[in-house]
C-alpha cells in the first residue's frame, strides 16, 4: 500500500522506499544543490522518492510526467505500474491517498482504497482483498 503512487525515475526497489528518511521530508523542497558525494546524492533520490510517493497520481496513458497540478509528484501510467510490480514481485499496489471514483479509469492492478467522503475529505477507507486463481 502506498499514499500516493509512482516514481519518475525507473527501477525503484521496495529496499529504496525501505531506505526513506520519513522524518527528511519538504513538502514544497528547495532547488537541491548538485551533490558532492555520493551519500548527498542517495539522499537526494530518497527524498525525490517519498514525495513521489506521497503525490504522485495515475493517468491512462504510458510514461510518466511531472505532476503539475500538484506541483510535485508525477503522474504514472500502466506501464509504470506493471513495471514497478514486476520489478519488485509485487501482485497490486493499493493507493490510499483519494478514490476517484468509478468513472475514472485506473491502470491495471492498481486499486483504491474506498471510504465515506463528506466535502470532498476522505473519512476513513476500507479495502477487501480474497484471493481468487490467476
Given amino acids: 500500500m502506498?499514499?500516493?503512487?509512482?516514481?519518475?525515475?525507473?527501477g525503484v526497489t521496495l529496499a529504496d522506499l525501505e531506505a526513506i528518511d520519513r522524518l527528511d521530508?519538504?513538502?514544497?523542497?528547495?532547488p537541491d544543490d548538485a551533490p558532492t558525494t555520493a551519500a548527498e546524492a542517495r539522499a537526494q533520490d530518497l527524498r525525490q522518492l517519498m514525495r513521489d510517493a506521497l503525490w504522485s497520481?495515475?493517468?491512462?496513458s504510458p510514461g510518466s510526467e511531472f505532476n503539475s497540478v500538484r506541483r510535485q509528484g508525477q503522474l504514472f501510467g500502466p506501464d509504470v505500474a506493471a513495471e514497478f510490480l514486476e520489478a519488485n514481485g509485487l501482485l497490486m499496489l493499493v493507493r490510499s491517498h483519494e478514490?476517484?471514483?468509478?468513472?475514472?479509469?485506473c491502470p491495471?492492478?492498481?486499486?483504491?482504497?474506498?471510504?465515506?467522503k463528506v466535502q470532498n475529505a476522505l473519512l476513513g477507507a476500507s479495502?477487501?482483498?480474497s484471493l481468487s486463481p490467476l
Fill in 127 to 129: 479495502l477487501s482483498l
Fill in 99 to 105: 478514490w476517484y471514483g468509478a468513472a475514472t479509469s
Fill in 25 to 30: 521530508y519538504s513538502p514544497a523542497p528547495p
Fill in 57 to 60: 497520481d495515475p493517468k491512462d
Fill in 108 to 116: 491495471p492492478r492498481v486499486c483504491f482504497c474506498r471510504g465515506p
Fill in 2 to 10: 502506498i499514499h500516493g503512487g509512482l516514481f519518475g525515475r525507473p
